[in-house]
C-alpha cells in the first residue's frame, strides 16, 4: 500500500482515542480520520491541539451506522483502523447495559463487517499491510485472588459486568473475523489507564475533583480492591508498537506492572495535593476519604502480564506509578478550564445518580 493513507481512529474524542491521536500526530507520519458519536464521554476541546492539523480530520456519527463506515472506508482508504469507541465505564454498564451491547458488540460487529468487505476488494499487497486493532481491556479475564498469578494471553475469558460482558464479546467477535475470514486483526487488552483527559466519573480525576472542592472521596467496599495502573501515553505507546509489528490474529496483553489497592491510589492522591495545593478547603485532603456502599459484583483484583509485548515487540512503560500519578494530578491542578467544562450538564445528573451528591 502506498505511504500516507490515513488510519481510521473510532472513539478518538475520548479518554484513550484523544491521548492516542495527539501521540500519533507528534510521532507519526500518516493522518488520522477520527470517527466518534460524541456520547457524554466523547470531547472535542481535548483534541484542540489538533484541530487545524490538515493530517487531521473529524467525522461526527455512530460505530453501527454500517452506511457511514462503508462511506469512510472508501472515501479515506485507511491503511488500519484502531478501534477505541466503545460505552467504557463499569458502573454505568451495571445501571443500564443497553448501550454497551449496541455499541461494544453490535458497533464492533458493523465495524468488522464492514472492513470485511472493505479488505476484499483490496489488491494482495494491500490486505496483507491492513490491521483492524481492536482496543481491549483486562477487565475480560475475570478477578484474580490474592496469590494468583497475572492475566496471561492465554487466560480464558470470564467476565463479571456487563461492561466486561460486552468487551469480551466484542473480542470473540474479533477473534473470529481471523480465523474465518481472515481479516489482519491484532487485539490489545490493557489493565486501568490514568492521566489527562480522564472523565472525572473514573476513579483517579474522581478523587483529585473531589479532594480539590473539599468533597467527599467516595471508596468502594474496603478499599482492597487492586488494580494495575498504566499512563495513558505508555497504553498509546503500546498501541502504535502492535500496529507496527504485531502479529496478525495475535493478542498482546498490556499492564504497568503496578498492583495497587483503590485505598492507597486516594491516599497517595491526596498526599501529592497536601504538597501541591496546603490552602484548600480540606486538609490534610485524606480527612475526605469516605468508604460506601461497594460496587455490585466488584472484581477483587486484575494484574496484566505483559511479557509478550515487552518480549516479542521491545515495548516498555515509560512512566512509574509515582511519575505519572504525579504527572496527572499536575495536569488537572493545570487544567481548571477543562474541568470545568466537563463537569457541567450530563456529568453532574451522573453524580447525583451514583452518589447521591
Ligand atoms: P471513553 O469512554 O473515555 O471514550 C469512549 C469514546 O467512544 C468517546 O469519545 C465516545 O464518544 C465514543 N463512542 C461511544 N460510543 C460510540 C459509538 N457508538 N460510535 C462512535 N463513537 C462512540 O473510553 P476510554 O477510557 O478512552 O476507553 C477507550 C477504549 O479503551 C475502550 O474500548 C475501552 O474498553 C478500552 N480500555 C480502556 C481502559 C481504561 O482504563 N480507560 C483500559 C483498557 C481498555
Ligand atoms: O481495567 C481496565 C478498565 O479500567 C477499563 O476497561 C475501563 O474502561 C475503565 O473504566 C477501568 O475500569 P474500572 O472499573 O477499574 O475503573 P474505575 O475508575 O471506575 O474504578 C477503579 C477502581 O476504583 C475500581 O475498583 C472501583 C473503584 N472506585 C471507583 C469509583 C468511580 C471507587 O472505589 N470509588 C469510585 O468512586
Known sequence: MVQNHPILVTGGAGFIGSNFILQWLTREADSVVNLDKLTYAGNLSNLEKVSSDPRYSFIHGDICDRKLVSALLQRHRPRAIVHFAAESHVDRSIHGPDDFVRTNVNGTFALLEEARAYVAEMAPSEKTTFRFLHVSTDEVYGSLGPQAPSFSEISPHAPNSPYAASKAASDHLVRAYHHTYGLPTVTTNCSNNYGPYQFPEKLIPLTILHALQGKPIPVYGDGQ?????????????????????????????????????????????????????????????????????????????????????????????????????????????????????????????????????
Open 225 to 357: 480492591n487492586v488494580r494495575d495502573w498504566l499512563y495513558v501515553e505508555d497504553h498509546c505507546d503500546a498501541i502504535r508498537t502492535v500496529l507496527a509489528q504485531g502479529k496478525v490474529g495475535e493478542t498482546y496483553n498490556i499492564g504497568g506492572r503496578n498492583e495497587k489497592p483503590n485505598l492507597e491510589i486516594v491516599q497517595t492522591i491526596s498526599a501529592i495535593l497536601d504538597e501541591l495545593r496546603p490552602k484548600d478547603p480540606v486538609v490534610p485532603h485524606s480527612k475526605l476519604i469516605t468508604f460506601v456502599q461497594d460496587r455490585p459484583g466488584h472484581d477483587r483484583r486484575y494484574a496484566m502480564d505483559a511479557r509478550k509485548i515487552e518480549g516479542e515487540l521491545g515495548w516498555r512503560p515509560r512512566e512509574t506509578f509515582e511519575t505519572g500519578i504525579r504527572k496527572t494530578v499536575e495536569w488537572y491542578l493545570a487544567h481548571q478550564a477543562w474541568i470545568q467544562e466537563v463537569t457541567s450538564g450530563t456529568y453532574r445528573q451522573w453524580m447525583a445518580k451514583q452518589y447521591s451528591m
